[in-house]
């Protein structure tokens, strides 16, 4: 009887849910310069 070994299953979700979609969201959509924006008068102090 062969155990079930659930590591391989779970690097495999990892990779289709997280490092995948990584490239299809662009850094210039309207809320990251947004974001950048509110964050600049912090940094500026």
């Known amino acids: 009887m062969t ?3 659930p590591l391989p299953l779970l690097l495999l979700a990892f990779v289709a849910f997280y490092l995948l ?3 299809l969201h662009g850094l ?3 809320d ?3 974001y ?3 964050s ?3 940094f500026n102090t």
Do not use: M, S, V
């Open 32 to 34: 990251e310069t947004r």
């Open 36 to 38: 950048a924006q509110i």
């Open 28 to 30: 210039w959509i309207p």
């Open 3 to 5: 155990r079930f070994k």
């Open 40 to 42: 600049q008068p912090e």
């Open 21 to 23: 979609p990584l490239g």
